[in-house]
C-alpha cells in the first residue's frame, strides 16, 4: 500500500476483555515496529521485527501483550486481560531495512479501557 | 542508557517569527538523528535524518542542524500550517539494537496568523 495503515483507529474496550490491533505495513518493507504512545509521554518501544521474526521484544510491558508477523506482512498486536494502565495510542511503523532506512509510521490505534 | 531531551516543551509564534527547536541527546554511538512533525489524531511523519556532525537538511521553511551533542530544528517565517508536535528520535548502534529508536517528548509548536 502507499502507507503503514493500522485498524481499528480507535477501540474502546472493557477492562478485562483482550483486543487485537493490525498493522498493514508498506508493501516491500522488511521491518515493522510498534510503538505506544501514552499522555505526555514520548514514544515507547514495544517490539521490533525482521521478517516474520522477533529478535527484541524487550519493550512489551508484560506478558499480557503479544505480537506476531505473518507473511512478512500483516502484523497483530494482542493484549489480554486488558487494564486501564494500558489505555495509549498504539503505532506501527515499518522501514525498508531494518536498523538502515528511515522508518514510517502509520495513523495509530487509540485505546481506550474502561 | 541512551537519553533524548527535547526543549521547550511547547513554543508559541507569531506568524513570519523565526525560532529554532532543540534537541540534546546521550546516546553510545548515534546512528542516526531522526526529526518527526505529529498532528493531533495523526501518527509521526517523517521530516529528516541527520548522520554525522556539521550534517544539514532542509525542507522548504524547516533546515534540521547536527553536532555531537544535540540537533536544531530552525523554523524560518513559519506559517499556522507548521502548528505541530515535533519529535526527536535517535538510533544507536552497539549489537543488533541499531534499529531502535529512542524518542523525546517533543515540542508542542504554536503558530498563530
Do not use: M
Request: glycine share 12%; net charge neutral.
Amino acid at each position: 500500500g502507499a502507507g503503514v495503515s493500522q485498524s481499528p483507529s480507535n477501540k474502546v474496550t472493557e477492562k478485562g476483555k483482550d483486543v487485537e490491533l493490525r498493522c498493514d505495513p508498506i508493501s516491500g518493507h522488511t521491518a515493522l515496529y510498534w510503538y505506544r504512545q501514552s499522555l505526555g509521554q514520548g514514544l515507547e518501544f514495544l517490539i521490533y521485527f525482521q521478517g516474520n521474526s522477533a529478535p527484541d521484544k524487550s519493550g512489551l510491558p508484560s506478558d499480557r501483550f503479544s505480537a506476531e508477523r505473518t507473511g512478512g506482512s500483516v502484523s497483530t498486536l494482542t493484549i489480554q486481560r486488558t487494564q486501564q494502565e494500558d489505555s495509549a495510542v498504539y503505532l506501527c511503523a515499518s522501514s525498508l531495512v531494518g536498523g538502515v532506512t528511515e522508518a514510517f509510521f502509520g495513523q495509530g490505534t487509540r485505546l481506550t479501557v474502561v | 542508557e541512551d537519553q533524548v531531551t527535547q526543549s521547550p516543551e511547547a513554543l508559541r509564534l507569531q506568524e513570519g517569527e523565526s525560532s529554532s527547536l532543540n534537541c540534546s541527546y546521550t546516546v553510545s554511538g548515534l546512528r542516526g538523528l531522526f526529526w518527526y512533525r505529529q498532528d493531533p489524531g495523526k501518527g509521526p511523519e517523517f521530516l529528516f535524518t541527520l548522520y554525522s556532525a556539521g550534517e544539514e537538511k532542509e525542507k522548504e521553511r524547516l533546515k534540521a542542524t547536527l553536532t555531537k551533542k544535540e540537533s536544531f530544528l530552525h523554523i524560518t517565517a513559519p506559517k499556522p500550517e507548521d502548528s505541530a508536535t515535533y519529535l526527536c528520535a535517535v538510533r544507536t548502534g552497539g549489537g543488533g539494537s541499531n534499529y531502535k529508536l529512542t524518542f523525546g517528548k517533543g515540542t508542542l509548536l504554536t503558530v498563530n496568523p
